[in-house]
């Protein structure tokens, strides 16, 4: 496995690894009204494998993604405390 193969290699570990991890602070109600609100649609990320700014971006994509595949929208204090908890422990969190 040369090159092309061991860089797919190391995109796809992490791509596992930072699916359905475990998540911080798991008791917490961000951390619940994240697995909620996000697992409808797709497997769940660790906060940690996105940075703050990624983090925004994303929020903002998967409301459209809700939006588009019926699903009850984020309300205000929902988008806020999702985005708090994911910002809190993305990859450059301090």
């Given at each position: 496995m040369r090159g092309g193969g061991v860089i797919l290699l190391l995109v796809l570990s992490l791509g596992a690894l930072g699916c359905n991890a475990s998540l911080p602070e798991p008791e917490s109600p961000a951390a619940q009204l994240y697995?909620?609100?996000?697992s409808v649609c797709h497997r769940l990320y660790?906060?940690?494998v996105l940075t703050i700014e990624m983090w925004q971006v994303m929020v903002a994509r998967m409301e459209q993604?809700?939006?588009?595949s019926r699903q009850p929208p984020l309300s205000?204090?929902?988008?806020?405390?999702?985005?708090d908890y994911l910002q809190k422990h993305s990859s450059n969190a301090s």
């Open positions: 697995q909620k609100r996000c660790a906060p940690s993604e809700l939006q588009r205000a204090d929902e988008r806020q405390m999702i985005l």
